[in-house]
């Protein structure tokens, strides 16, 4: 997936995760905001953190620990982001295929790209 693909990607969902959060809020609290929103608090991961570590753990390039100490949250901060995500991704079409690299450390990741200075293409498994 190039840049490009990806910013498209963040683009397509975002307005769609934004409206699958409120939706959610709205069912938790029974009723309507009574405060204006932006209040409360906040995600922990942005829109685009979560297609990120979404498209990553369905690519099997890392963990879900290893993704939440990358993105400094909890790996059920990063599971939660992937329950939501899927889906929108599954909707628009998008289909992420698996790779060959596997991560399981922050010291495996900077082992890879200290390997590769240059960027690579990590080869998928299909």
């Known amino acids: 997936m190039t840049r490009q693909q990806f910013s498209n990607l963040i683009d397509a969902l975002t307005p769609a995760l934004e409206v699958q959060r409120e939706q959610v809020l709205r069912t938790r609290r029974g009723h309507e905001r009574m405060v204006a929103p ?3 608090a906040k995600a922990k991961l942005t829109p685009a953190d979560r297609v990120l570590a ?3 753990h369905l690519r099997k390039l890392a963990t879900m620990d290893l993704l939440g100490q990358l993105f400094g949250v909890t790996a059920m901060t990063i599971s939660r ?3 939501e995500v899927r889906p929108l991704l599954e909707t628009h079409g998008h289909h992420v295929d698996t790779s060959t690299a596997r991560f399981r450390t922050p010291a495996d990741v900077t082992t890879f790209l200290a390997s590769n200075p240059t960027p690579t293409k ?3 498994t299909s």
């Open 81 to 83: 982001a992937k329950q």
């Open 38 to 40: 932006g209040t409360g």
């Open 54 to 56: 979404t498209v990553l």
């Open 122 to 124: 990590v080869k998928t």
